[in-house]
């Protein structure tokens, strides 16, 4: 790949074609920084997310990792104190996913805004998180219980009834 393959493309095709170059071929830095720079030499590296991130085929080297699904956007978007290292939704899905059964308690002894405990009470667990700034632990117990409420309301599907299973042996027949 050269840098003059990503002229005239918008972000979204830079990062799909980038992605695609990433998986085929053997990671080379200089290489990286060459298209980095040449792209930067244009003004057309985003200020506000990561283009040219490395990509990786095997499954436990998580590069598709959504860095704005945080709390943090919901913090900006209500004008409080953005965490100063926000930590992304996929990680801690994926772990919470990968190491507990639902049902079970999941703990975050340095909780900030509770990612944890929130993405945890939203993957059918209990969360638990400790944090010693007073603002970050307030905002986090307020994103914890809209969690909690969100779990426990039922949705129209909930009250569907299944069929019997005579009727549906009846139709197959």
């Known amino acids: 790949m050269r840098p003059?393959?990503?002229?005239?493309?918008?972000?979204?095709?830079?990062?799909?074609?980038?992605?695609?170059?990433?998986?085929?071929?053997?990671?080379?830095?200089?290489?990286?920084v060459r298209i980095g720079e040449a792209l930067e030499m244009k003004g057309r590296l985003p200020p506000t997310f990561m283009l040219l991130q490395p990509h990786s085929w095997h499954p436990d080297v998580w590069s598709d990792v959504a860095r704005m699904r945080t709390i943090n956007a919901e913090q900006a978007r209500t004008g409080r104190e953005m965490h100063l290292c926000p930590l992304q939704f996929d990680i801690v899905d994926r772990a919470i996913e990968q190491y507990t059964e639902p049902g079970e308690v999941v703990l975050d002894p340095f909780g900030g805004l509770m990612t944890v405990p929130f993405r945890a009470v939203r993957l059918g667990r209990r969360g638990i998180g400790i944090e010693l700034n007073r603002g970050y632990w307030q905002d986090g117990v307020k994103y914890c219980e809209a969690a909690e409420r969100q779990v426990a309301t039922p949705s129209l599907f909930d009250f569907l009834e299944e069929p019997a299973s005579g009727a549906a042996g009846m139709a197959a027949e």
């Open 4 to 32: 003059e393959d990503l002229d005239g493309l918008d972000a979204d095709q830079v990062w799909k074609v980038w992605k695609r170059f990433n998986l085929e071929a053997v990671y080379d830095f200089e290489h990286h």
